[in-house]
């Protein structure tokens, strides 16, 4: 099964809600450094911070 992280979708729903990546990743409980992995395809959220994207 490929991971496959749906980026421009997150960024535009950052962008819409006014969020910044340093904010999701406070929310989300990890460090803005792996929200920028996660958004250039570089990582992929691990099971408790996916959950908590939603």
Do not use: C, Y
């Not at 809600?17 to 958004?39: F, I, M, Y």
């Amino acid at each position: 099964m490929q991971k496959i992280l749906h980026s421009d979708a997150v960024h535009n729903a950052l962008i819409k809600r006014g969020v910044t990546q340093k904010d999701l990743a406070s929310e989300v409980g990890v460090s803005a450094q792996a929200v920028t992995n996660w958004l250039k395809g570089k990582d992929f959220p691990r099971p408790p911070a996916l959950l908590k994207l939603n």
